[in-house]
C-alpha cells in the first residue's frame, strides 16, 4: 500500500530534520554520503557538498576504507548499531561523538541513517552554558509577552503559532481561539488583497517590510487601522519558512510617537539579542561573522580576518581571544603598517645587547611577550618581504631568534591576521610570499564593509549615541526617523569608523533628548572622492530621500515626491518599499 504524504507534512518533516539539534546523516552502500542536515555541517566544519565528496571512513577515526565492505556487512546483519569515538573535523580538530545508526529501505536501496551528538563526556561545561541558555530564553519569553506591541509569529502557510498578550488583548481573543488560524481571516477583504499582491512579494524578495498600513477586525466586529513590520525566513530557493510581524494599531494624534517608539523598541531588544560586546550586527552578514567567530575561537588555528580600514577587524580579533582557551593572557597587537621597514623586525622578534647602535640592553619581541597566549597582526600585508620569511619560520616551526642572537627561542602562539589588501594579488605581483599566504589563509574571515550591512545602522547609531552620550553626561533617548533616514541613506566609504565619528560629533551638538536630523553632518552636497561611486541602488535612494525631503516627506499631489521625480505615486511607493525607505509623513491621495 502507498502512503501519500500531503506537501505541509513533508516539509515540516524536512524542516524538522534540518533543524534537528542533533547531527543527521545518510550514507549509501558505497560509504559516500548522500544527504545531511545543518547540524552535522556545523558540527564539523564542512558544507553539504564538501561531505557528498567524503567517504565516512574519511571522518571516522579507527575506520578504514579499504575495509568498508566488511563494516557494511555487519551493518546489515546487526540493523541498529552504536559508535563511540571521534569525528575529525574541517581543521583537523577531533571531537568525540555518539552515533546511533540503522538501515534504511528507500526504493531498491538500503541507506545506513545515523543521528550524531556530541559525547557528554565532552561536554563538563554544557550545564552551565544550557542554564545560561535558559536564562537568555526566559528572559526573551517574558519580553515577548509583555511587549507594548502586537507580535505574531507564522508558517509558511500563514498560519498562526504564536501570538503575545497585547495581540490578544486588542483583538479580544483567547489563546485558543487564534492559534492555526490563518492571518488573513483577521483582516478586511482589500486589506487580504493589499497582502497577496504587495505584502507576500515584498517578503520573498527581501525577507523584510517595514510600516506597511492595512485594517485588522477584532472580535467585536470593529476594524481597527495598524502599521506592519516583518521579517520572514527563507529557503534557498526564496520561499518563506516562517514569519515574525509586529503590528501597531495607529493613531493619527500620536503618529509621531508610534514610529519613535516602534524605532526605539526593536532596537533596544535587537542591540540586546545580536551584540557581542562592541560587535553589533542583526544582518546576515554579520551573523555568518558571528557563527565563523564560534566555530574557530577554541582551536589554535591562524585566522586571517579580511576587510575594509574601519570595518572592525581588531573587535573581531579580540572577541576570537576572549573565547578561545588563552583568553587569560594578554592578546599582543602589532600594527605591521605602521612600523618603519628597519624596525619591523626587532618589534617583531626582540633584539640581544650590542645588536646595533643604542641596543644598551636586551628586549624581548612582541611574539615573546604573546607566548601561551595571542597575537594580532594588524595590516600583515605591509610587511617587507625579508621579514615575511621570519614570520613564516615562526608559523611553520614555532621558533624565533632575536636580532644580533644565535639562540633558538621556542614560543606557542595563536596568530590572528588582518588585511584590506588583496593579498593574492600581492602574491601575483610578487609582494606578498605564496607560502605564508597559504599558512595566514587557514580559516579565513571576511567583515563585510556597512554598506553591505545598511541594516545594521539603526542598531549601531543606537549603540553609539548612547555611549557617547553618556561620556558627555547628556540623556540623549532617541534618535529622529528623518535622522535615522539620513544615516541609513548613506553608503559609509568609511565604514563602522566613520559611522561613530558622525554620530560623536552630532552627540556633541544635540541639546535635547532627541538626536535630530541636523545633528547628522551628511548631506548629498558632500564632496566624496571620485572612487566612491554609488551602485545604482545608493543612488535613486539618495534620489528619493531628496525629493522627500524637498517636499516636506508629502508623496502625492502637485507639491508631492512623485511629481518631482516624474512617477506616479504606487511606483514611487512601491521604490520606497524595496529600498526600505519609510513615509514618516504622506498624502492620503
Known amino acids: ?233 527563507l529557503d534557498k530557493d526564496g520561499r518563506i519558512i516562517r514569519t515574525l510581524s509586529m503590528l501597531l494599531p495607529i493613531s493619527d494624534r500620536k503618529r509621531a510617537e508610534r514610529l519613535e517608539s516602534q524605532n526605539t523598541y526593536l532596537r533596544e531588544e535587537l542591540i540586546s539579542e545580536f551584540s557581542s560586546g562592541e560587535i553589533i550586527g542583526s544582518s546576515a552578514p554579520m551573523q555568518e561573522v558571528f557563527r565563523n567567530i564560534e566555530m574557530v575561537a577554541d582551536t589554535d588555528s591562524t585566522v586571517l580576518l579580511l576587510g575594509e580600514t ?62 601561551k597566549s595571542t597575537i594580532f597582526l594588524d595590516e600583515v600585508g605591509e610587511l617587507p618581504l625579508e621579514t615575511q620569511s621570519k614570520l613564516l619560520r615562526v608559523l611553520q616551526d614555532r621558533e624565533l631568534e632575536r636580532v644580533g642572537g644565535t639562540e633558538t627561542i621556542k614560543v606557542d602562539v595563536r596568530i590572528i591576521a588582518a588585511t584590506n589588501r588583496d593579498l593574492e594579488e600581492a602574491v601575483k605581483k610578487n609582494l606578498f610570499r605564496p607560502d605564508l599566504y597559504y599558512r595566514l589563509n587557514i580559516f579565513p574571515i571576511r567583515i563585510p564593509p556597512l554598506r553591505e550591512r545598511i541594516d545594521d545602522v539603526p542598531l549601531l547609531a543606537k549603540y553609539f549615541i548612547h555611549k557617547f552620550a553618556a561620556r558627555m553626561g547628556k540623556k540623549i533617548l532617541s534618535i529622529n526617523p528623518r535622522a535615522m533616514d539620513k544615516l541609513v541613506s548613506w553608503d559609509w566609504p568609511g565604514n563602522v569608523r566613520e559611522l561613530a565619528n558622525i554620530l560623536e560629533r552630532g552627540a556633541i551638538l544635540c541639546k535635547g533628548k532627541t538626536l535630530q536630523a541636523e545633528h547628522i553632518g551628511l548631506n548629498s552636497d558632500r564632496v566624496t572622492n571620485i572612487d566612491q561611486i554609488p551602485t545604482l541602488e545608493q543612488g535613486e535612494r539618495r534620489l528619493i530621500l531628496m525629493a522627500l525631503e524637498k517636499c516636506n516627506g508629502r508623496l502625492a499631489g502637485s507639491k508631492g515626491a512623485a511629481d518631482l521625480l516624474g512617477v506616479n505615486r504606487s511606483t514611487l511607493w512601491s521604490r520606497m518599499q524595496k529600498l526600505g525607505i519609510k513615509a514618516t509623513r504622506h498624502a492620503n491621495a
Open 1 to 233: 500500500m502507498e502512503i501519500k504524504i500531503d506537501s505541509h507534512r513533508q516539509h515540516l518533516a524536512q524542516y524538522t530534520i534540518e533543524q534537528a539539534p542533533e547531527g543527521v546523516f545518510w550514507v549509501e552502500p558505497g560509504g559516500y554520503f548522500i544527504k545531511v542536515n545543518f547540524r552535522f555541517c556545523e558540527q564539523l566544519g564542512y558544507s553539504e557538498e564538501e561531505l557528498q565528496a567524503l567517504h565516512i571512513c574519511d571522518l571516522l577515526t579507527g575506520w578504514n576504507k579499504s575495509r568498508w565492505s566488511k563494516r557494511w556487512q555487519q551493518i546489515r546483519n546487526q540493523h541498529l548499531i552504536y559508535y563511540e569515538g571521534g569525528l575529525i573535523t574541517r581543521l583537523g580538530n577531533v571531537v568525540n561523538v555518539e552515533i546511533s545508526a540503522c538501515l534504511l529501505k528507500y526504493g531498491d536501496e538500503e541507506l545506513m541513517c545515523g543521528f550524531v551528538r556530541e559525547s557528554t563526556r565532552r561536554q563538563k561545561g554544557a550545564e552551565a552554558l544550557m542554564a545560561e541558555l535558559k536564562e537568555s530564553v526566559d528572559r526573551f519569553r517574558i519580553l515577548y509577552n509583555n511587549a507594548p506591541v502586537m507580535l505574531q509569529a507564522c508558517d509558511f502557510e500563514t498560519r498562526l503559532f504564536s501570538v503575545n498578550q497585547y495581540w490578544l488583548q486588542t483583538m479580544g481573543y483567547q489563546w485558543h481561539e487564534v492559534i492555526g488560524r490563518q492571518t488573513l481571516e483577521f483582516m478586511t477583504e482589500p486589506t487580504r488583497n493589499d497582502v497577496a499582491r504587495k505584502v507576500l512579494p515584498i517578503l520573498r524578495q527581501t525577507g523584510t517590510i517595514h510600516d506597511f498600513e492595512y485594517q485588522l477586525i477584532q472580535k467585536s466586529g470593529e476594524v481597527i487601522d495598524v502599521a506592519l513590520t516583518a521579517v520572514s525566513d
Open 310 to 371: 574601519g570595518t572592525g577587524k581588531e573587535l573581531i580579533a579580540r572577541s576570537i581571544h576572549r573565547r578561545s582557551n588563552r583568553k587569560d593572557g594578554m592578546m599582543v597587537k602589532v600594527n605591521c603598517g605602521a612600523l618603519p621597514s628597519g624596525l619591523v623586525e626587532n618589534e617583531l622578534f626582540g633584539h640581544e645587547k650590542g645588536a646595533f647602535t643604542g641596543a644598551a640592553t636586551k628586549q624581548k619581541g612582541r611574539f615573546e611577550l604573546a607566548d
